[in-house]
Every structure is written in structure tokens, then in C-alpha cells.
């Protein structure tokens, strides 16, 4: 029988189910429980969103542990404690805040297992909100998880699902390595689909096919899977056929489930709500421009933003933002 | 510092501006006519007022996520400010930055920033521009309790210090950062504890008493001024609203924010010290308390009546020739 | 009369000559002069390889000046002093120290213009050490301007011969943008070339055309572009003429040029020191594959080190390094 | 704290360990035979060894890039450390790590690290693993002068505090960071004055006298490990070489590193007062000397001799499954 949840619920779900399963799994973050030496409620918040609310209470403040605004001290401890013995569940609470503690990941997390020559892991899980559309404006608005797949040595997870969030939330804090892994601010309430009880994995590095097809395949991450499924419907009335994949993870990146399906279709759209310029989306062009370039029937387009900062303006925004409707219109121009 | 009759009405004015500012977003926001996240000051109006009156426009000041008093102490237009947190074309940043990233660079407010601590190293590059260039100005970044505790902040405290900065830090403790205390966040006590740790002088000040934040920032500012180098303020004070608004503020004890309106306004204590000393009439107060009333009504009217961007400007001004 | 100097005088001479041109240039940085408070000499070191050497003496501890290790201290005051009146050159010494200092680049300065509604200007140089080839490991090593590239708002330039070193860096400093400025480590005394005494700007945002051929393009920057050179020269050998393009500046690219060429050529042939995910290499293969589609005669090939950190032993790094062998190996193969 | 014959030769092993390792390490970068840049720790080894006396494998240290002497300290294998700067096969780290990033996690040597202050965050996670799991263990994160004005070491000590970690800061204040003296870079005076900012106890040693850092560390471990909270320990010293290896050291005052080694050489002053007070012979000391020289010395020759890393291991180890 169906069980639909939201992704919030979901994550929680998988927060409390890791935690049970492992004692040395922790948490930390600003006000993620909250209250710390407040007058008032503990666990006041349990996040900026509430995502984290109750698992004080049931595991105790050892283990969820909030932090002073000090980016670079916890998120540098959490890398420390995952190289002697915890796995740390870090929350950044909006990536754009990478800005104070990019080191940490950068150069240490990242680096350690090659540069170390193999003599320890790292299984830290950094948790962070992305993406816009509610107005956030342009620091608190960014999709900047390309620049974390440009890293060797770290993971990259953004879910689409609440199935996949759970799910891939529970691989990356048994997984052994440092993964960051994305939540849409704007999917936490809104997606809702069919999540079982019992703790899953969803193996990283495995991309979901979401939709068959064999005239255009698209590839989309995050919120916009399901832009780009409302674009799929459209031509599907239209008699053009979409294969829509989402990678799931764009680090470790599933290329054989991209390429096999445009060695097929020999036609690519690939969309994005990061950045144009050395992105996400240009990395997936340009894999499939190499590897099978003979299949190739029509241009590789890129539906993204524009190169620009992300405006406070809802109207604006919206028109930064890819739409349905710019998805369709690319399909269209690469049937043409 | 003996502030004479103007001095004193237009110090009430702005703070009384900004109280009724934050309490017509608050509602305007409920209604569902400000997008984004808002994060009200009401209450802290003495420290930005204290501080700024000793400002003129080349004079810099770097803010926070919490920024709408220190745009309207610093001379903002109400209007202008109405109009960005709209998102409205004619706003203050024609509608792209919004409350979190509201800017005046003409009045040397280098904007609200929505990353904690972000504008203390800003405001100290301020400080350096008046010193290479021997302007004789002045910068103070304002940043909270919560943001005593970023990297970038405990470094802006030495580097001051090192390149001897026409600055002053003016930290407004507000007792949380969104529900965490300060009591519990800033290790060492207060964090007026910390100007030693970095080679300059602290003073901390009741936060809710115009007077003691004028008098503090007025010694600070001048010894700024004169090349005696950085100073740190520590002002201690409440707000009235929740971290942001939308918040349940569960965190409080029980009436804390009503005490706080109750017995701590910097408005009330204000007013019953200058009529006590007889220094204003209440009929002054009372007149500039209808002027702002009225000012800031206006600025909502033409704010919802205003139109939003046009589509163009989501491409221009991403550098300076597009 | 030709004047061969190094990159390392070449940059000296711009600092000199932008400085002397306008007394609102100032420069900050670690050491870039040396020995501050210090019993010994002054200037002790103008910089960790000595290029700033003799600009202290020159224009005064006023317009020079020494930091603590404090990156997002003075990094973050150059934004605003440049928002206040000057034109500050800051160096941060390796692009590898960006993890502690993104935060200014990335959501301040980048964005001021845009979402200030125009009304500010931050003209900033941010100069930096990038690249591998020196034994300096996985921390001192990379080329990260990918991730600079990313973030729109932002200028990315990247010289690679003494000339346009020089022409950009006086281009960077008058111009009222954020500019991000990438020196290679490994090319400051081995990359001479002719370089003009008076102050001369290159235009950010055109590309070099360094050879001319009909057969295949190649779009390399910095270093690379002494190593497509000798891979040039090779298949010129076996009779193949390949157009090698220096964008110079990445962000904003000059399409223009890259797209002319490939349309003519029809193959093309990226090489990056950058890691190959979510990058320069990508971005350009994209580009093409949208852009001049059908003109493309063979996929687009990638020349780029692995997915991988920085090895300190020299001889992985050198097997790291894309090599003009490989880059021969590939312009033969779109010639396939 | 009184320390035994074994316990007073292991300390002078260490150190003679160190000094005699980076000397050797000069004359083979010199020679060109390590590839890279390198920092040497030659005259303070009493600071590394008088902290490290204290620790066992299971506790663990931060590094610097100045980090050969935290390794021997910390009790690393020397013809390990010399494959790893000589780039070699079996190399703590295969190779692929060298000078700026030895480390070894079965010792509890969490690496040298070529960001300054990296270190200092991560050894905190040390720390809070040891707390959480309630293990008895402390860390020890080492940082330079330099590297105490990096934002992610300030806000370290804070969060030390709050957390109650089991933490012992150990700076080592050189009087230098590369050419920058400490007096001019590091506001505040000493850096021990940043403890009570931070909210904990500080203390102040001579570095080139073991007994003083041993003192001092031992009492501060002790009330690390036995949950009283972090300390901060400044421990002031010099070293004997160049920031790096290649550097022309104009910022010293003539002849300051020789007056470096005549007066204050750590080894010196214990071997003198060990002797003085009787507790070692010198003819033990010298049989220690002999041994370490050819401890060294043959780790030089295996080093030499040993093969670069395989060209498979380009791209083994950057996650654990590949
Ligand atoms: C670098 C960074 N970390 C965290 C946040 C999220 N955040 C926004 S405001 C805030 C609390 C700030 O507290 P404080 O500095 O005391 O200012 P106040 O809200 O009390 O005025 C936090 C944690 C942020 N915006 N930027
Ligand atoms: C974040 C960062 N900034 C700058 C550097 C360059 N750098 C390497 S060592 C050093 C000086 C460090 O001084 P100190 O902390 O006193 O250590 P010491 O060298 O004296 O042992 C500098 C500036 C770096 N490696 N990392
Ligand atoms: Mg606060
Ligand atoms: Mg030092």
C-alpha cells in the first residue's frame, strides 16, 4: 500500500532510521535543534525549516549538536570527527554560505583518502539547502552544487523524490566517503510520492529513468526533474517522445544510463538551475559530444538560467528560473 | 556631547521612522505583499540611531541580514526602502536586492548582507579607502552577537588593529542569534571581552538608552576619526519581533518580548527623559510622530501601487557594460 | 626592437606602471612585501617569489601593504575599498587559499552591480597562483578558475605569454569590474616573450589566435598553451594544421572566435589543467556542441588530467599534467 | 610532573630525532633529491616533543606545514617520513602526500596540512569524536603565530568552549609568519591574551625549555582529559631555518639565528640541565645521538634507493572504491 509523504517527512524518517542504526552517526548545525541556553523551548526550531525537530529529544544532545555561526570551525570538525570514528551529518544551512567554509571541503575532505594514500575515510554527509524561487534573492537563492562536482574526492546528491531523498540520504551516511547532498528550499512541503517504512538505500552514482522515450533524451536534476517531467508531458501531446533521466548523484556520475540512452535518441537536452558557465550542464553536453557524437542527430542544448545573479524581484526571478515551458521549446528545436 | 533641540527631535524621528517602518512591513508581510524574508529591527532603534547620528554620508556603514534600521538611521529614503522591499521598480536597488541586500552606496550604506558577518571586512576596506585617502571618514560595520562568532569578524578585529583603521565595531547584542543565546554562543563572557584579544579598546553600553549608545559612539567614532584607530562596541539590547518574521519563538521565556515593549523601548525611555529634562515638549513628539506615521503610509501607498521590474533588468548590470 | 622579458618582469611593470597612473591602486596581500615589524630588511621578499619585489619603496607602505593571514579579512576589505574609492590589487597568494576566502568573491563582490540595481562599482583585481608541475602537492597545485568562471559577476583571466600578462594586467586594474587574475606558478621565468615598455591594455574578453589552421581547433589557456603549441607544431609535422585558440580571459569568453574557427574546421580539441568535471574543458565543448553543431565533424575531445587530486610525487604529476603528446594523441584522433 | 631516566632519554631521542632528520632533510633538498617545498621545525623540537610526551596513539594532533617534528613527536615512522619526502613507494602517505601533507592516522597524526589553520578544525573533530565516544582521549592542535589570526582558528576556540572539548591549542609562536614578525601581525599583544576572550585559561611557556613545555602541556592535558574544557598554550620559540627552504631570511636581525642556536638550542639547555641535576650521564646522551644519526641516516639510504610510487596509483584512493 502506498505511503505518500513529503520530502520533509522523508528526511526526517531517514535522519532518525541512520541515527538508530549507528551510534556513531551525529548531527550538527545552526539551531538545529535550537534554544541552546534560551529561557524558552529546546529543540525551539529543529532547523531554519523544522526538518531536524524531535531528534534532540530522542537522541540526545551528544549527538545533536547545535553550533555558533562558525562555519569553518564545525563543518572542519564534523571532516575531523569523520576521519576518528563519528559520521557526522554537517548542515549548511543554504549553500550559498559555502563562501566561510569552503576549506574544509576543498582541500581537506576531499583530498585526504589520495593524499594520504589511501590510510583513512572520510563519511561525512554535508546537508545543505539550495535553489530558488522563494524570493531568497542572491545570496540565498544559488544552485551551486557544480561547484562541488568539480572536486575530485567529493560526492554530489541532489533527490528529486521523497523516495530518493530518503534513500540516498541513508547511502551517503553509510557510504565512506564525504558526500554533499542538496535539498530544493522549495521541495521540502510539495513533492510527496511513495516512501516505504523500513530504511533503504538508494545506491549514489545509480541514475533513475523517469520517463522512456525515444526521440529526445533530457537530463535534469533536483527541482528541475520536475520542470522538465511537466515539458516531457507536453510533447508527449505533441507526439515527441522524452526520455527523461535524472542522475541523482551528478558525483560519481552515471554516464552509461545518459549515453546509452542518446546513442538511442541521438538527441540531448540537459537542464539546469545552476549557473550557465561551468556548470553542470555544460559537463553533460560535453560528455555526450565525446562519447557518442556519432549518434548525434541535432545540437546539444542547454536550458539554464541566464548568466546572471539571481534577482529578488518574484518576476524576475520566475524568468530567471528554467520553466516548463523554455524545457518544451528546446525539445521542439531539437526535433526540428 | 550636549545634543541640542534639532539634534534631539531629529534622533527621535528617525528612531520613532524606523519603529513605525518595521511595524508596517510586519503587517504589510502578514498580508502577503512583501516576498522573501524579512528580519525586523524593531526595538534596536537607539543603537543605529546612537551610532549613525554621528555620521554624515561619507562615512560608510557595512549592515546585516537585520539591516532596515541602519538604512533609515543612516538617511535612506523611506520611499526608496518601501519600494525595494516591493519589489518594486524605483526601489532603493530597483527591486534585485529586496530587505536582505538593501543598499545606498550614495549615503554610505554599503548595503544589508544575508551572510552573517559578511559586511564587517566590507566596512573595514571603507575605512582603508578614508585612510589612503586621507578623507577624514569614518566606518562602522554593525554585525550581531551571533555574528561575533564568524571567522571573517574575529579577523576584521585584528586586521583593524594591525593596519590601525579609522573603524569602529559596533556589535549589537541582541541576547540570540535566530534562537540560540548569545549567553550560550559567545564563549569568554561578552563579547566586549574580545576588543583586548585584539588590541583595542571595548565599550559596552545599554543598548535600549539613546543617550549611553550617542555618548559611546560619539568617543569612539571621534577617536576613529583622529587616527586613534579602532575601538569595539558592545551594545546590549532586545528585539521585539521573532529572528525573522514567521518565527514561533518558542525560545523566549514566557512575555519576554512583552517586557521588553513593556520596559524597555528606547522610544518611551527616550521620550520620558528629553520631557522630564524638559528638553522636547511632548506636543514635538507627538507632531513627529504623526509626520512619520504619514511618511511611512505614503511610502507603503506608492509601494503597492508601483509597478515591478521590467523583464529587461534580469540581464543588465551584471557587470558595468551589460 | 624586440624586449624579451619574463612573465615575472612583465607583471612587475604593469604593477609599476598602473600604480604610477593612478594613485587609487593599491595592493595588499601576505609578504607581498616582507618582513612588517621584523628586525631585518624591508621588501625582505615583495611576495613569496618576489614579483611584487621593490613596490614598497616605490609607493609607501600607504599603497602597499603587507596583512596577517587573513584572507577574508583583507580580501573582504578590498571589495569594499573598492566600492569606496580605490582600486586595490589583492593577492591571494595561491587560488588553492580560496576555501578560506570565497565568501567576498562569491556573494560579494560578484553580486553588488546586480543586486544593488547598478549602483556600485567594484573595481578589483584579485591576483593568484595557480597550476601543477612544481612538486607542490595536492593543496598548492590546482587550476580552480572553473569555479571563479562559474560565478556570474565575475571577471576570470587567465595570460599566458609575458605580452598579454602584462596588456591584461593593466586591462584588470582599470577596469570597473571584479576580476580574478590566475599566474602560473611554473611560468613566471621560463614564458619570455616581446613586451612593450609603455602601459598597454589587452581587452578582457578577446581571444588570441596563436596559429592559424583549417583542420582542427584547439582552445587552450595558460599554461596549456605552450603545451598545445609543441602539439601543434608536431601535427603540423604530419601535415595537419590546427587553429590553437587563447581565449585569455574565460570569463567573458570571446564564442565569437572559438565558433568562427570550429564552424571552419569542423573538430575540436579542448586542453585544461583544470579537473575535468564541471569545467573549462566542458563549458567550451558545450558550447560547440550547441552552437556550431553541424559543422562538427568528430566528437569534441577533452584533453584534462583525471578525476583526481594532485599527486605529489613528480613523476604521477607529470602523468597527471595533460602533455602536448596526449594533445597530439587527440587532435589525431578527431582526425580519424 | 617528574619524569623517569626512560621517559627523559625517549624525550631526548625525539628531539635529537627531529633536529637530526630536518638537518638531513636540508642537505638532501639542497641536493635536489627532495622534490617540492619544505619546512623545517629545526630548533623547535622541545615544543612538539614536550607536548607529544603526553599523548598516546589514540590521542591525536593537528599539524602545520612546518610538520616533520609533530610526526617524530607523535611517534611516526622516520624511514616512513623519509620515503614520503623523498616521493617514494612505502612512504607514510605512498607518495602521493609529501612534506606539506604527512600524516599518519594509526599514530594519531592527523596530518600536516599546507592551508595554515586547516588543522585546527579538524583536530577539533578529534576531539568531539573522543567526547562523544566517550573514548578519554584529547587532541592536540598545533598552529603558528601566523596562523592564529585565521578566521577558522578564532572561531575554533570559541567553539572549543561551547562544546567543552577535550582540546588542548598549542601555539607555537616562532616570532615569524614566513617574513611577518608576530609583534606586528598579532593584535592583542601575545596570543595567549585571545584565551579569556574565548572564554579559557592561558598559559605562556618558554618553548626552548622542554621541562617548561612539558609542564605546562602535562597540566592542561590532564584537565582536557579529565573534562575540564580546552586550554590555550602559547609556547615561544625560533626556528633555525628559513620560513621554507630557499628563503634568503633578510627579515632577521644580522647573526639572530645563530644567536638562535648558540643560546637558546633546546637540546642544549637539556642536555645541560639533565646532566647538571644528574639525571642522565652524558655518555647516555651521546649513545642516543649515535643512534638517531644512524636511525636517520640509513632512512636516507633506503629512501634513495626506493622506487617512485607505480604509475597505477595516479588514480587509486580518491574515493574509497577507486
Ligand atoms: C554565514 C551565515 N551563516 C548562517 C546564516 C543564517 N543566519 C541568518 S541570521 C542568523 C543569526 C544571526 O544572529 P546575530 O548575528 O545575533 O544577528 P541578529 O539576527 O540577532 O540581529 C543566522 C544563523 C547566514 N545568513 N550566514
Ligand atoms: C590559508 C593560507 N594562507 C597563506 C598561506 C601561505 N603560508 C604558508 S606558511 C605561512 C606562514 C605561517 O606562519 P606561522 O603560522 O607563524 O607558522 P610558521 O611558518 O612560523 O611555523 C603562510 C603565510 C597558506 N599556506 N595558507
Ligand atoms: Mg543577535
Ligand atoms: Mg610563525
Redesign the pocket.
Known sequence: MARIITMRNALSEAFRQVMEEDPTVIMMG??IAGGQGAPGEADAWGG?LGITKGLLGRFGPDRVLDTP?S?TAYIGAAVGAATAGLRPIAEL??V??M??CFDPLLNQAAKFRYMFGGKTRTPLVVRTQYGAGVGAGA??SQSLYSLFAHIPGLKCVIPSTAYDAKGLMIASVRDDDPVVFFEHKAMYDTVRDDVPERAYAVPLGEANVVTEGDDVTIVAVGRMVHFAHEAVRKCAAEGIGCELIDPRTISPLDEDTILESVERTGRLVVVDEGYPRCGFAADIAALAAEKCFHALKAPILKVTPPHTPIPFAPNLEELWLPSPARIAEAVRRVME | MQLNRDELLKAYRLMRGIRVFEERVHDEFEAGRIPGFV?LYAG?EASAVGVCMHLGDDDYIGS???GHGHCIAKGCDIEGMMLELFAKQGGLCDGKGGSMHIADFDKGMMGAN?????AVPLALGAALAAKTLKRGTVAVPF??????N?GGVLESLNLASVWKLPVVFAF???????T?A?SWAVAGGDIVNRAAAFGMPGVQVDGFDFFAVHAAAGAAIARAREGGGPTLLEIKLG?FYG??EGDSQTYRAAGEADRLRAEHDCLTLFRRRVVEAALLDADDLDAADRAVAEEVEAAVAVARAAAPPDAAALSTNVYVSY
Chains 1, 3 share one sequence.
Do not use: L
Not at chain 2, 544575508?114 to 559578511?118: E, L, N, P, R, T
Not at chain 2, 554585525?143 to 561575533?148: E, L, R, Y
Open positions: 545552526e539551531d531554519d555561526i562555519e544551512m543554504f550559498d554560505f563562501g566561510v545570496q540565498h | 528580519h534596536q546585516t541580514h537585520r544575508s551572510i552573517v558577518g559578511a554585525c550581531g552577537d551571533g555574528g561575533s564568524q549589537e547584542n541582541n541576547g540570540y542569534a535566530e540560540t548569545a528585539r529572528h525573522h
